[in-house]
């Protein structure tokens, strides 16, 4: 009894042992698992990234879709570029079809081409032809005497030009047009028929004349003098033809193979309007032109050996020698054609006295920048919307980008009344007086509004200035591209952008 009592009370008094033993072993091993679980934890919050969870997933797909939108708005905005733009072209064909109106009774574009010395002579040429000889058709050859036409260019030719720029209007349109006073002096050789297979007694010597070549007749608005070895002799209009124009003509007297100074001078005003050219028909050419026009324009086969042009106007010197040019001293009516091809047009070369950037030019290179005007504001918004708690809905964006998109049709309208200068910023200011407004209501502050208008004027101003440029444009427009994009980086450098609404941690942040 006592025996089992003592040995029941052993099994009581170890059972209890045994149970906290237990119990203690499992309190340990419960508690080295969660630390091993908090370590794991911890490891794993350094080591493995962070899952999304639904909301953040959400708000990348929001950013997501925003982009897409976006971007359709941008390519939407094509349309109505598009459509300005073909409002331009209509516009300029309407000036242009003014400015036709007006030259046309003024005077077109002239070239000035002469004297040339004309001197007819008589020759033999052999002709075919069919005669019955008994009963028979037969084919004979024979010769005939025939009136051909000799042309001689001048030894030496010296030009010397004053034109007077003048501006004209029709309606709301503008031509500038000229009055140009020439003088044209020089001297022939004596003629030389040697090659022409004509004896002396064939030629008509009384009968030459000295022609010269003006592109229109009509801004001849005086008479045309010519100083003839001294003998002043009207010209007339008319005369033997010549394959490069109208001409004027008069009988010159004393022309003789044995002569020994043929001079002339010629002197008479001319109207004309976008260019006046010359033909170097010397053998030897010089030509000095001044004017009041301060934008000058040197076109054709021969630069000015000398130029100065400043705001109050320009002086020019060409200096040309027969060896530039593909056609030949003298030639007759039985030659092929002298100037063969465009042998004469590439021979010219003058001055163009047009705007060298045109309004209409100006207008149609900032629409081209339309696209990237769109985009840049665009972007920024959807910026704001990421940076800072506001919502642009896609009607608002539209909105914006019609107000950018009428900037140009204002711009096309104003600069046919006003100069380019003032209408650029007539139209810039209203543009963003306007989209600076509405940001103001659409993203909830005035700071940034201001920030959007600042902006804008920025590059407004900067455009303006890539227009006015001529030789730098492109490398301005790309330095400025740079820049933006740097300044979108930098803007966007904290945002992460699959959590949309946080910026990113930073490493040390991490526990």
């Known amino acids: 009894m006592l025996i089992k009592t003592g040995a029941l009370q052993l099994e009581l008094t170890e059972m209890p042992v045994k149970v906290q033993i237990s119990l203690d072993v499992g309190h340990r091993d419960r508690s080295s ?3 091993a679980g908090r370590k794991e934890q911890t490891m794993n919050s350094v080591t493995s990234p962070e899952k999304e969870t639904p909301g953040a997933q959400e708000k990348v797909n929001n950013a997501a879709t925003k982009l897409i939108v976006i971007t359709c708005l941008v390519l939407l905005g094509l349309v109505p570029l598009s459509l300005i733009r073909s409002v331009l072209s209509e516009r300029r064909m309407r000036h242009r079809e003014a ?5 046309s009774t003024w005077g077109n574009a002239q070239t000035i081409a002469g004297p040339v010395l004309v001197v007819p002579y008589y020759h033999q040429v052999k002709v075919w032809k069919e005669q019955s000889v008994a009963g028979q058709t037969e084919r004979i050859e024979t010769s005939e005497r025939v009136l051909g036409q000799a042309y001689f260019l001048p030894e030496d030719l010296a030009v010397e030009g004053d034109l007077k720029p003048e501006r004209l209007h029709r309606s709301i349109y503008e031509a500038i047009v000229f009055r140009s006073s020439l003088k044209l002096s020089g001297q022939f050789a004596p003629p030389s028929f040697e090659g022409l297979k004509a004896a002396d007694a064939d030629v008509q010597w009384d009968e030459a004349v000295l022609m010269m070549s003006i592109t229109d007749l009509r801004g ?5 003098s010519l100083e003839w ?5 009207p010209l007339v209009p008319g005369g033997a033809a010549l394959p490069i124009g109208p001409v004027v003509h008069a009988r010159v007297p004393g022309v003789t193979a044995k002569s020994k100074s043929l001079t002339f001078q010629l002197t008479f005003s001319v109207n004309g309007s976008e260019s006046l050219r010359f033909a170097p028909f010397g053998m030897q050419n010089r030509v000095r032109l001044t004017s009041s026009f301060p934008d000058p324009s040197f076109q054709g086969s021969f630069l000015p050996v000398h130029r100065k042009v400043t705001p109050a106007g320009f002086e020019a010197d060409w200096e040309v020698s027969y060896y530039g040019r593909a056609y030949p001293q003298r030639w007759s009516d039985s030659d092929p054609d002298p100037f063969k091809g465009d042998a004469f047009r590439n021979s010219l070369f003058g001055v163009t006295v047009v705007p060298v950037v045109d ?4 207008v149609e290179r900032s629409i081209k920048y339309g696209i990237l005007f769109l985009a840049l504001v665009f972007s920024a918004f959807f910026v704001f919307e990421v940076r800072w708690p506001v919502r642009v809905h896609p009607v608002q964006y539209t909105l914006v980008g019609a107000a950018l998109c009428l900037f140009y049709l204002a711009l096309l309208s104003l600069s046919e009344v006003i100069s380019f200068g003032w209408a650029y910023l007539v139209g810039a200011a209203a543009s963003t007086l306007l989209v600076a407004g509405y940001s103001a209501f659409m993203l909830g502050a005035v700071r940034r509004a201001l920030l959007v208008g600042l902006g804008l004027a920025a590059i407004y101003g900067y455009i303006y200035i890539i227009l006015r440029q001529q030789d730098y444009a492109l490398l301005y427009g790309t330095a400025a ?3 933006m994009l740097a300044a979108a980086m930098y803007a966007t450098r904290n945002i992460n952008w699959y959590r949309t609404q946080t910026p990113a941690q930073k490493p040390s942040d991490i526990p």
């Open 359 to 362: 309004s209409y030019r100006l």
């Open 99 to 103: 400015i036709e109106n007006i030259t």
């Open 220 to 224: 001849a608005n005086q008479t045309l």
């Open 481 to 483: 591209l740079f820049a």
């Open 33 to 35: 698992a969660s630390s």
């Open 229 to 233: 070895n001294g003998e002043r002799i």
